[in-house]
């Protein structure tokens, strides 16, 4: 006799992860290379699941990938340019017999993720912003994505001389304009400039949100010499408090490489199918 299980999958630009649901809980991470082809990766990722699974039969497969999706179908991939316009939940959907395939923005399954089991836990509005090779970010309230149209591009917000803030703070924009890798820069002036842009970037989200916790990840902030997140704080408050009686409080992401597959357990287990993605 066989049983169903729940899977969730995390197709990053250099690796795929793929974890089995047991409960509330992840079991082992699988590792594999990403595929630049999506006929070749998903069928990667497809042979994966099965033999993780063995003989048990997948009831549900949630996952994500980074760029713009829109109802199961990556439009623009950073990262797999290929992929665009892939309709990855159909192609999974139609390996698995038909099951409930649901497909995020990476960003947006994080935030679920850090939302329900990292540094989001107990908190009802949050903000989730990851610094990383880009900016991204997803507002998340009593437990669901404030989605719009499309998944939010909160690092493409104008912040100053038709500037973007990812092409100010991101790990790419610091290697363009310092010449070395993020890792490498140790001028204390250059970080805290870093600082005071990501700041601006935080301010003109909270008037748009105004979320009670905000949470920051990515390596820009959580690798080594990363950007000063008490000089962000304190920039923000004294932006806020020229609106609001108080400023939302900056913690750090907890699940590292795993909130994305946390981030598919978060929404297996706390939301149903009843509109697929």
Not at 18 to 32: K, M, P, Q, R, Y
Not at 144 to 168: C, F, P, W
Request: glycine share 12%; with cysteine.
């Amino acid at each position: 006799m066989t049983h169903g299980v729940q899977v969730v999958f995390d197709i990053g630009g250099t690796n795929t992860r793929v974890a089995i649901v047991s409960e509330d809980t992840l079991g082992e991470v699988h590792t594999f290379k990403t595929s630049n082809t999506p006929e070749e990766g998903l069928g990667v990722l497809s042979r994966e699941i099965k033999k993780m699974v063995g003989a048990k039969n997948v009831s549900a497969l949630c996952g994500d990938i980074a760029g713009i999706v829109k109802d199961g179908v990556i439009f623009v991939s950073p990262n797999l340019p290929k992929w665009n316009r892939t309709n990855i939940a159909e192609e999974l959907r139609r390996a698995f017999g038909g099951i409930p395939t649901t497909l995020f923005n990476d960003a947006e399954l994080v935030a679920l993720g850090e939302y329900f089991y990292g540094a989001g836990k107990n908190e009802k509005n949050m903000l989730y912003i990851t610094v990383s090779t880009g900016v991204g970010g997803v507002h998340i309230v009593h437990g669901k994505v404030n989605r719009g149209t499309y998944n939010a591009e909160l690092g493409h917000q104008i912040i100053k001389d038709d500037m973007e803030l990812e092409s100010l703070v991101s790990g790419t924009a610091v290697a363009k304009k310092y010449g070395v890798h993020p890792k490498d820069l140790d001028s204390k002036d250059a970080l805290c400039g870093l600082a005071d842009l990501l700041a601006i970037g935080l301010y003109n989200t909270t008037l748009h949100f105004t979320p009670e916790v905000i949470v920051l990840g990515g390596s820009m902030i959580l690798g080594k010499n990363a950007i000063p997140v008490d000089r962000v704080q304190v920039r923000l408050e004294e932006m806020v408090k020229k609106y609001y009686p108080t400023s939302p409080r900056i913690k750090l992401a907890q699940l590292g490489d795993q909130g994305g597959l946390y981030g598919g357990l978060a929404y297996l287990v706390h939301h149903s199918f009843d509109k697929e993605r």
